[in-house]
């Protein structure tokens, strides 16, 4: 099914997911999806290993955790971010290195003080490699961090590579 991207979502200077002056991190790329879905993408490289070729769990789970926790964010326009309170995995498939992969996270439950979600990690077929399950609480970023935007570079930084739609399995 093709999706309309709606918007894509801010980077930072420093964070290992998103930041793109870390360069141990992942660079990767947020997106909104039509249905409020998040996608993400990111090309993970050999210092993210674990055996060889093969991506690490824990930074499979940091990419989960990360995608689905900024699901909130797009829903409250940064009035409320998402601080995991539980987090489950269960790997499926060996992820590879050096390719292009997707990352999804969506709301499945909303409520006052907290929200719960779901996310996969997809292999370049759509075959899904990884998949997460979590309970964030939701928190204005005042009582998370010491959070200064400008300091952090929090902000939308376009590429000529950024997808205006893309095609994902329902």
Same mark, same amino acid.
């Given at each position: 099914? +093709?999706?309309?991207?709606?918007?894509?979502?801010?980077?930072? &200077?420093?964070?290992?997911?998103?930041?793109?002056?870390? #360069?141990?991190?992942?660079?990767?790329?947020?997106?909104?999806?039509?249905?409020?879905?998040?996608?993400?993408?990111?090309?993970?490289?050999?210092?993210?290993?674990?055996?060889?070729? +093969?991506?690490?769990?824990?930074?499979?789970?940091?990419?989960?955790?990360?995608?689905?926790?900024?699901?909130?964010?797009?829903?409250?326009?940064?009035?409320?971010?998402? #601080?995991?309170?539980?987090?489950?995995? &269960?790997?499926?498939?060996?992820?590879?290195?050096?390719?292009?992969?997707?990352? +999804?996270?969506?709301?499945?439950?909303?409520?006052?003080?907290?929200?719960?979600?779901?996310?996969?990690?997809?292999?370049?077929?759509?075959? #899904?490699?990884?998949?997460?399950?979590? +309970?964030?609480? &939701?928190?204005?970023?005042?009582?998370?961090?010491?959070?200064?935007?400008?300091?952090?570079?929090?902000?939308?930084?376009?590429?000529?590579?950024?997808?205006?739609?893309?095609?994902?399995?329902?």
């Amino acid at each position: 099914m +093709r999706y309309h991207v709606h918007e894509k979502q801010q980077n930072s &200077k420093m964070c290992f997911v998103c930041g793109l002056k870390n #360069v141990a991190g992942l660079k990767a790329s947020f997106y909104r999806l039509e249905n409020n879905e998040m996608l993400g993408l990111f090309t993970p490289g050999d210092e993210h290993q674990s055996y060889p070729n +093969r991506l690490h769990g824990g930074i499979a789970a940091a990419i989960l955790d990360e995608t689905i926790g900024r699901t909130i964010l797009a829903l409250h326009e940064d009035e409320v971010w998402g #601080v995991t309170v539980d987090f489950n995995l &269960k790997y499926r498939k060996p992820v590879p290195l050096n390719v292009e992969l997707r990352v +999804r996270g969506r709301i499945t439950k909303e409520g006052g003080r907290l929200f719960e979600g779901s996310g996969e990690i997809l292999l370049p077929d759509g075959t #899904v490699a990884v998949e997460a399950t979590g +309970r964030y609480m &939701k928190l204005p970023i005042d009582k998370i961090a010491d959070f200064d935007y400008e300091e952090q570079e929090w902000e939308v930084v376009n590429g000529p590579s950024d997808p205006v739609e893309i095609e994902l399995n329902p």
